[in-house]
């Protein structure tokens, strides 16, 4: 088996087109196949170099690693379209002694005039006019100074196909009009590029968007006449992948947030919750359980298990799953990979210390469970390496504080002050408050550490109140607590 992905080197990478990469990559590693990974960049217009680097950041960071193809080479390379032009030249001369393309001088304005004439739909497209032109017709339209295309000549018959996704599928003869396979500069249009490639690539499985579903028919015809010159071994067998929606039950479009990947990287989405998740636009593991590693999703994936029903993208459970997948990472991972979020929120510098690592590795444990995304530790830990001083209590934190909250803060900072600094630990911490502010103030749990919380941490919600203090030591919980209470009873 050999399957193929091949983007156009445009835009930011987008979900349904990574989608599309997952798939032919699971496709191909659960049955012990290939991926050839190529770039169709002959729209030097609209390609752009930073386009193909986003390409192989994307691939690279979701491990959708491939066999042959841009930057690891191969036997069929080049793997770039714009550096095959004189593969793509050999190949369109046999077609054209082998007759299966034919030169086409008609203007869009003729066809769709002799459509009118003859009751048509102007619309209709092609008509076929040129398929028989004698040599005297060529040569008077060429002494007008018209160039013609060159047009693949469709067959007469139905073409017929059993999806992998769809089952079978058929397209009556006639129903797609003979198409321009060379513009009249004489330089190939992907129409024929594509199924070259893939020929003389030896690709066995296409798997791609439905959105192209209606070329199908030209591409068989094609891979046909390709087998006839001994450029294709095979017609493929093609798998037409649902469409990726967005809100509004409209396609996801390349102008929303929603479709760039790294939109969601950059929210702290991990590589291993956004495989699962792409898996799923279309996909299921199986009917009870939707958390799956990146092995699990190759053991059981086929391209005949896809859903062919429109995929909608639902940032809730996407986050649902990352936050399934954060919880199961080992908790030295987890805070490596917290790291760098920190440093984009600039909790943390660039360079960071031994100290400030340690202290990102024994507050991991802390979050684990309560993070949903990545880009969530600078919210939950950057009370940790904030200044005592520069800590900022927000407005939400003021709030439900109870009804005595310096009171609350005065006993909290005489306990506190009152626990010896070489036992200045989570538990001593919790026995010591409780007992004072639950037990002797006669506050329900619920309520007795709001305070203390805004207090230390200048947040709501945060990590454990105790273990926090435990990190933050006895002389930032006690300044902490002090500065909170101080600005409450001031009344600031």
């Known amino acids: 088996m050999r399957v193929r992905f091949c983007p156009s080197p445009t835009g930011t990478p987008h979900v ?5 990469a997952l798939f032919n990559w699971a496709h191909a590693r659960h049955h012990g196949g290939r991926l050839v990974f190529r770039i169709e960049d002959t729209d030097a217009a609209r390609d752009s170099e930073e386009s193909y680097d986003q390409l192989l950041e994307a691939m690279r960071w979701l491990g959708i690693d491939w066999d042959e193809g841009v930057e690891v080479g191969g036997p069929d390379g080049p793997y770039r379209q714009s550096q095959r032009a004189d593969i793509y030249q050999d190949v369109i001369a046999k077609l054209k002694e082998a007759g299966h393309i034919y030169e086409s001088f008609s203007t869009a304005e003729e066809i769709a005039q002799r459509h009118r004439d003859a009751g048509r739909d102007p619309q209709l497209g092609y008509d076929g ?7 005297e017709q060529k040569a008077s339209y060429r002494a007008e100074g018209r160039e013609p295309t060159w047009r693949l000549r469709m067959p007469d018959q139905d073409l017929s196909f059993t999806d992998l996704v769809r089952g079978e599928i058929t397209f009556k003869a006639g129903s797609t009009p003979d198409f321009v396979v060379v513009r009249a500069n004489g330089q190939p249009l992907y129409t024929l590029v594509n199924p070259v490639d893939d020929a003389l690539m030896r690709i066995t499985h296409v798997l791609r968007g439905e959105d192209i579903l209606s070329s199908t028919p030209r591409q068989i015809a094609l891979y046909r006449a390709l087998i006839d010159i001994g450029v294709a071994e095979r017609v493929p067998e093609f798998g037409h992948l649902p469409y990726v929606m967005g ?4 396609k996801l479009s390349k102008r929303d947030p929603q479709a760039n990947l790294f939109h969601y990287r950059d929210q702290g989405f991990t590589p291993e919750g956004m495989v699962n998740y792409l898996a799923l636009l279309g996909w299921g593991y199986s009917a009870d359980e939707d958390i799956f590693s990146r092995e699990q999703l190759v053991e059981r994936f086929t391209a005949e298990d896809v859903n062919p029903n429109p995929a909608r993208v639902d940032l809730k459970k996407a986050t649902a799953i990352n936050a399934d997948h ?3 990472l080992p908790e030295a991972e987890l805070a490596e990979r917290m790291i760098p979020y920190l440093q984009q929120a600039e909790v943390l510098g660039e360079t960071v210390t031994e100290q400030q690592r340690s202290l990102v590795a024994a507050a991991t444990p802390l979050v684990q469970t309560r993070m949903n995304l990545l880009g969530e530790a600078a919210d939950l830990l950057g009370f940790l390496f904030t200044a005592d001083e520069d800590l900022v209590v927000t407005d939400d934190a003021l709030k439900k504080l109870g009804d005595d909250p310096v009171g609350v803060l005065e006993r909290a900072i005489d306990e ?12 001593a911490l919790e026995a010591a408050l409780r007992e004072a502010i639950v037990e002797d103030m006669g506050i329900k749990p619920r309520l007795a550490f709001g305070p203390l919380r805004s207090a230390v941490s200048g947040r709501r919600i945060s990590p454990p109140l105790f273990e926090s203090m435990e990190l933050l030591g006895k002389p930032s919980s006690l300044a902490r607590l002090r500065a909170l209470r101080d600005r409450l009873a001031s009344g600031s």
């Open 247 to 250: 809100e509004g039950n409209k």
């Open 326 to 328: 954060i919880r199961l």
């Open 129 to 135: 006019y040129d398929r028989d032109l004698t040599e």
């Open 16 to 20: 349904g087109m990574v989608r599309t």
């Open 416 to 427: 506190v002050a009152a626990v010896p600094g070489d036992s200045f630990t989570a538990g």
